[in-house]
Structures are given as structure tokens and as C-alpha cells.
């Protein structure tokens, strides 16, 4: 076999610089047409990675806020148990007192208004007497008790000799109010 190249040298240089600068620009527009491709894609994707960050930034404020309003909550609630564990803790039953109470009253005496106050430990009789003498035996009562110390009846209240009425202050040791203590102290 037999080849003729019957083109002049230098138009084959020619030619071959034609083909390899028509290779040369196809493979430079497919590269500058996948770097827009791929610029294209980054951009995209950027803008919806940018909306999903902008979602889970309102939607972390929304939360801590929610997680602020519950922690208030729970410290709220906390201080509330707090409050009713220190109540319950300092906790002192009224039935002793009352019935020590009772069992002190004379017959003549009779107490309308009972009031204790628990912070300053102590307690407030008010009510009337038929007499004077009956009033000074309830306030005599009142001192020998061990239970209470520093009874004060004001002297207005022994003015009149019948019909008294009568407003005495106390204060109250509730270690020493024990049943015991009351039913052996007076009788």
C-alpha cells in the first residue's frame, strides 16, 4: 500500500495547528461551561443552605426562649416547694396547744379569739370573765404553766369586777408542751 500526501508540509502544520487549536477550544468551553455548571450548583445550594441556617437559627431562638420560660417555671416551683418544705419543717401542731388551753380555762372564763402567731412563737387569748377573781385565776393559770412565759393582761381589763373582758399576750416554749406537763402542772 501506497500513501500520497500530496499537501504541502507547511499547510500540514497548518492544519495540525488548526485541529489542535479546535481541540484546544472545545475542551476550554467544556471546561468554562462545567465551572458555570458547577458555579451555578454552589451558588444554589449556598442560598438554600443559607435559608436552612436562617430556619434553624429562628427556630434555636424560639426554643432557648421556650426552655427560658420553662427554667422560670421550674425555679418558680422550686421555690415554692422550698417554701412549703421549710412550712412543713417548722410544722407545730395546733391540737396540743388548744387542748392545753382548754384544760387550763376555768369555768367562769370563756375565749372567744385564739390566735397564734408561729414566727414569734407566741399567743393571743381574748374573750370574758364573769368576774375579777375569775380572770386573775385564769392569769394564775396561765403563769404557772411551763408551756407559756410572759403572760401580760392589761390592767383596763381588771377595772370592772364583773363582766371582764380581756385580751392576755403570750409567749409560747413548745418543747415543754407536752400532755404530761399540762395535766400534771396545774391540778
Known sequence: MITLNLVPPKQQDQLKNNRLY????????????????????????????????????????????????????????????????????NYQPVTPLISAVSYILPANVAISNLRFFRQESRIEFSGS??????????????????????AEIPLSALVPKENNTFSIKANINYQALTPANVCTELK
Open 22 to 89: 479546535q481541540a484546544i477550544q472545545e475542551s476550554l468551553t467544556l471546561l468554562f461551561l462545567f465551572a458555570a455548571i458547577i458555579g451555578i450548583l454552589l451558588l444554589v445550594s449556598r442560598y438554600f443552605l443559607e435559608q436552612q441556617l436562617n430556619e434553624m437559627i429562628t427556630q434555636n431562638a424560639a426554643n432557648i426562649y421556650s426552655n427560658q420560660l420553662v427554667a422560670k417555671k421550674i425555679n418558680a416551683l422550686n421555690q415554692e416547694l422550698s417554701v412549703s418544705l421549710g412550712l412543713q419543717k
Open 129 to 150: 370573765a364573769k368576774t375579777r377573781s375569775d380572770l386573775m385565776k385564769f392569769k394564775n393559770y396561765l403563769d404557772k404553766a411551763d408551756w407559756l412565759s410572759n
